[in-house]
Structures are given as C-alpha cells and as structure tokens.
C-alpha cells in the first residue's frame, strides 16, 4: 500500500473553502469578510472571490444594511457536482450546524 507524499500528505482536506465560507456564513449572516477568513485560514480575498461565486451560482444573496452585508442562503438550490446534485446545499449545512440553526426554504423558493 501506497503512502501519501509528505509534502502533502497533511495538508488535504475534505471540505473546499466554498464549503467553509457558506458555513461560516450560515453561522453568521452577518460575519464580515475578514472575520470569515481569520475563521478558515484564507485570505479576505479569497473569501470575496468565494461570496461572488457562491452568489452568482444562486446559494447566497448579499444585501447592504448600513456598513455591513447581509447573506441569505438559499437551502434548496443543489450541490454542483453531478454525483450530489440530487441533494440541495441544505443538507450539507445542517450536518455542521444544528437543526435550529440551519437555513430553512423561502417559500417563494420552495420546490413544488
């Protein structure tokens, strides 16, 4: 059996950093960018990158309110790749937050 490379054989992970950032966010809807970098280790940035792309994609929705932003996670749009999109991105959110924490459906988004 095969060992992992030393150089890298620590530094894996399961989770991306979209992962984490959509997580955070859900924790904290109001969490500004540089709190959820120091939080996962990745440059504010990067997590301005992330939001884009998670916003672009339909999983968030950013609102200013006064001087800080606002995210509403949408829990029923599904997961990207083809071997979990029959699971909306809610699932995954209630596995690392309690039940009472989690996202719920906008009715208005609700699947039919």
Not at 63 to 91: C, K, M, Q, S
């Amino acid at each position: 059996m095969s060992q992992p490379s030393s150089s890298r054989g620590d530094q894996w992970t399961f989770l991306t950093n979209h992962a984490r950032v959509l997580i955070a966010l859900a924790r904290d809807s109001e969490a500004r960018g540089r709190d959820v970098a120091d939080a996962i280790g990745i440059t504010e940035r990067a997590v301005q990158l992330i939001v884009a792309d998670l916003e672009a994609a339909g999983y968030l929705t950013r609102e200013r309110i006064g001087r800080r932003n606002h995210y509403t996670i949408d829990p029923t749009v599904a997961l990207r790749h083809p071997n979990e999109a029959d699971h909306p991105v809610g699932d995954l959110l209630a596995t690392f937050l309690h039940r009472e924490d989690a996202p719920t459906p906008d009715p208005e988004h609700a699947a039919p």
